[in-house]
């Protein structure tokens, strides 16, 4: 019978790593009153940098009908506002209201603090070496999705 690794595989540590952060985010973002999805959407809002829904979609690595399900739950809440291009009516453009706004600033604040606390256990040089390999880890994953 084959006998388990010493070490648990990579893949695995990762996963359990990334579980406890992401729910701990998860709760910090509620207690909030918000989430880790409805912080990645108004911070692309607010940004106003990704033009079209497409690109804001594919920069949160989602697709373009889960970012308007999120914009049409974030517009009923009044805290983004949609309009639409006068020379081409297919084409929306989202802004934050002033209640989008503040939520935004509570957010990024609650976000700020987790980062904090991540960073907390780590010196400087290995959360940048850290951030280092994780996008290469990233990088190497969609290169071979791609090839």
């Known amino acids: 019978m084959p006998r388990a690794p010493a070490v648990p ?3 695995l540590r990762l996963t359990r790593t990334a579980r406890v952060s992401s729910q701990a985010f998860e709760r910090a973002m509620a207690e909030a009153g918000g989430s880790a999805s409805t912080w990645q959407v108004l911070l692309l809002v607010r940004a106003q940098e990704w033009g079209t ?4 979609a594919a920069a949160m690595g ?5 970012l308007t399900h999120h914009l049409n739950a974030l517009e009923a809440q009044g805290l983004v506002r949609r309009t639409r291009e006068e020379g081409n009516r297919r084409v929306q453009h989202a802004e934050l209201t002033a209640a989008g706004v503040a939520l935004h600033d509570r957010l990024r604040t609650v976000a700020a603090r987790h980062d ?4 907390s256990v ?3 040089a290995e959360a940048e070496r850290l951030g280092e390999l994780l996008d290469k880890l990233r990088a190497g994953l969609e290169a071979s999705r791609e090839g």
């Open 122 to 124: 780590l010196t400087d």
């Open 9 to 11: 595989p990579l893949g």
């Open 53 to 56: 829904q497409s690109r804001m």
């Open 116 to 119: 904090r606390r991540l960073r």
């Open 62 to 66: 989602i697709t373009g009908a889960t």
